[in-house]
């Protein structure tokens, strides 16, 4: 399936019908998506086509803004035209076979099944998922059949052969959906992998809280992983690869950087075992950038902007990340309206900037003097939304460090804990985290997110190795030891795993 892994744990049946008179139905569904919804199925009996792909439309921007899957109850037309990850057919709606004839292999489909025998036919057909109903009665929907019970599901369970993920449907709600996860538990151990449910989230007065609770059920019920945490683990394990990753690639860098850091930043990316070229030249852009692995660009001393916007263009077109430093960015009119073309003119691969300068640009506050951020970020809200809201808009990674560093890919938000407040206390530690990031995404151009976390980890790291030396005494001596730093944890990559402190931030 080319759609990533999918979580079926708690499964949202939407019904237009259930809406409760002061709410509307996209404000149902969008609070059960911030309540933890994993896959979202839109069911719509009545509507007219044409509505109904409209208010599809609606929804997946929903549903992707939260990074969860959409399905389209029967209607194969409507998900191809607004490509949702998938459909949901009954036993009585278009046979399997025709729908993935239909939709190929790189669509969900899922079967609604009530007895053995119709469990075992969508297997062999092929089925990504089985909805297995109804479990209890129901006034959401006429039913047809018998209902199922606990032990009814359990049945289904004991004979799938091989088995592939299923949800319960029919009457579920928070009161019974420990008891029916448990209970229909094979002995063999094939268990429910989620909960599809309609009236209790659609109806409900507070859907986020009552989703927040099933979702806290289910984990526990089928003792799953934390998803916070499986997010973080997945983060640091990147990191550990990635860092090997530079330094068997050693790509190239192409810096235009400022002349304050120009030579800790060339040290800093031979640390971790890329090249850094620091070439101003416009005449060599071309040549260059057909070899590059990466374009650092920081705008600290400022003096030419047509060639920074040339570079990005130039490496963009190679393919090549495109990483900007917006140093300085809120501190005059000038380097504003840098920042703004930049944003415009470039689609970049990562912004990264202290707090001053990305929450200035998502006008969030931010305060710089000159190129030093000032004042707090507003909050550990503010600033995961002001990373968030950018990179959603600027569809690239954001990046802010600070004492804690922020990131997102407009899905997701980690906070990383990691480093020393000696990294203050010198300039162009915030230039050096750039340069370092060009040579993580150079390298790890798969994962650009995973690439930034990782480049952060290594330089906050680096700077936790290096304090902890006897001979490293303030500022002076801090400055030499961070390149130290780098080159160890280039040298030993395990070194992220046994000291990061990385958290996933739900907003
Ligand atoms: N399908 P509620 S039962 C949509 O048995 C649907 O396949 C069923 O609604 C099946 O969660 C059902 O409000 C309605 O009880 C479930």
Redesign the pocket.
């Known amino acids: 399936m080319a759609y990533k892994q999918i979580d079926y744990s708690l499964y949202l049946?939407t019904?237009n019908t259930l809406v409760p008179p002061n709410a509307t139905f996209l404000g149902q569904v969008e609070k059960a998506l911030e309540g933890g919804v994993t896959i979202v199925q839109l069911?719509e009996k009545e509507a007219d086509t044409g509505d109904f792909i409209t208010l599809a439309r609606q929804v997946k921007q929903l549903t992707e803004q939260f990074g969860v899957p959409l399905i389209i109850n029967d209607r194969l037309d409507v998900a191809q035209a607004v490509d949702a990850e998938g459909v949901h057919v009954?036993q009585d709606d278009m046979p399997l076979a025709t729908a993935r004839q239909i939709l190929g292999h790189t669509k969900i489909i899922g079967v609604?099944v009530?007895t053995i025998e119709e469990a075992r036919a969508a297997i062999e057909g092929g089925a990504d998922y089985l909805?297995i109903?109804?479990v209890w009665d129901?006034?959401?929907?006429k039913?047809t059949k018998k209902t199922l019970g606990i032990d009814g599901v359990k049945d289904i369970l004991g004979s799938m052969s091989p088995s592939i993920p299923t949800v319960a449907?029919?009457?579920?709600k928070l009161e019974n959906s420990k008891e029916l996860l448990t209970g229909s538990k094979t002995e063999s151990g094939v268990a429910l992998s989620g909960l599809?449910?309609?009236?209790?989230i659609m109806a409900a007065a507070d859907p986020t809280d009552i989703c927040k609770k099933l979702c806290s059920v289910i984990r526990e019920s089928l003792a799953l992983p934390d998803p916070a945490q499986t997010k973080v683990n997945y983060a640091v394990q990147f990191a550990r690869e990635a860092t090997k990753a530079v330094g068997i690639v050693g790509p190239m860098v192409h810096h235009i950087t400022n002349y304050v850091v120009i030579n800790d930043n060339a040290n800093a990316t031979l640390a971790v075992g890329a090249s850094p070229i620091m070439s101003t030249n416009k005449q060599e852009l071309e040549d260059l950038a057909a070899v590059n692995g990466a374009m650092v660009l920081n705008m600290g001393t400022l003096s030419d902007p047509d060639i920074m916007i040339a570079a990005a263009h130039v490496n963009l077109r190679h393919g090549n990340p495109v990483v900007l430093d917006p140093v300085g960015g809120g501190a005059t009119a000038f380097r504003r309206r840098m920042v703004a073309r930049f944003l415009n003119e470039c689609q970049l691969t990562v912004l990264k900037g202290n707090s001053g300068e990305i929450l200035s640009i998502a006008g969030r506050g931010g305060r710089s003097r000159g190129v030093d951020s000032v004042g707090d970020n507003g909050g550990e809200s503010n600033a995961a939304l002001a990373v968030k809201e950018l990179a959603i808009k600027y569809k690239c990674v954001v990046a802010m460090t600070g004492p804690i560093d922020y990131v997102s890919d407009g899905e997701q938000v980690l906070a990383i804990e990691n480093g020393d407040p000696l990294l203050a206390a010198i300039t162009g530690s915030g230039c050096m985290v750039t340069s370092i990031v060009g040579c993580y995404t150079a390298a790890n151009r798969h994962d650009y997110f995973h690439a930034t976390v990782a480049a952060i980890l290594a330089v906050t790291v680096a700077s936790e190795l290096a304090t902890e030396r006897p001979d490293v005494r303030g500022p002076g001596t801090f400055r030499a030891a961070l390149i130290d730093g780098l080159y160890q944890v280039a040298q030993d990559p395990s070194l992220i795993i046994k000291r990061a402190r990385v958290r996933s931030i739900a907003i």
């Open positions: 049946v019904d069911r009954g609604s009530n909805g109903g109804a129901t006034s959401t929907k039913l449907i029919g009457g579920v599809a449910i309609v009236s209790a």
